[in-house]
């Protein structure tokens, strides 16, 4: 079983900064890859970022140049820095593990993250 908790979310004007942190415990198994959802009022679960256990990142092209996602490999930490942050990345964003290769997910609860003046 895998814990996720997700921290760091809130309130922020228009071009300001956020980092969001994910505290994964439990069974980590070591070939894995962590990532960052995000779920808009009325829209589907988007991907934002994610990063392999190989360290190889991959990112949603709305954020690209915006966001830097990386990892704690120590203990288990998951981190998304989100910079010149729009009212358009209003969401609630959720930390993903996702196992290989037996392909199981983890999926934490939320935090919320609102850009607005």
């Known amino acids: 079983q895998v814990q996720l908790v997700e921290s760091g979310g809130g309130l922020v004007q228009p071009g300001g900064s956020l980092r969001l942190s994910c505290a994964a415990s439990?069974?980590?198994?070591?070939?894995?890859?962590m990532g960052w959802y995000r779920q808009a009022p009325g829209k589907q679960r988007e991907l934002v970022a994610t990063?392999?256990?190989?360290?190889?990142?991959n990112y949603a092209d709305s954020v690209k140049g915006r966001f830097t996602i990386s990892r704690a490999y120590a203990n288990n930490m998951v981190y998304l820095q989100m910079n010149s942050l729009k009212p358009e990345d209003t969401a609630v964003y959720v930390c993903?593990?996702?196992?290989?290769?037996?392909?199981?997910?983890?999926w934490g609860k939320g935090t919320l993250v609102t850009v607005s003046s």
């Open positions: 439990g069974s980590i198994f070591s070939s894995n890859v």
């Open positions: 993903n593990v996702h196992f290989l290769p037996s392909g199981i997910n983890y």
């Open positions: 990063i392999s256990s190989g360290g190889t990142t």
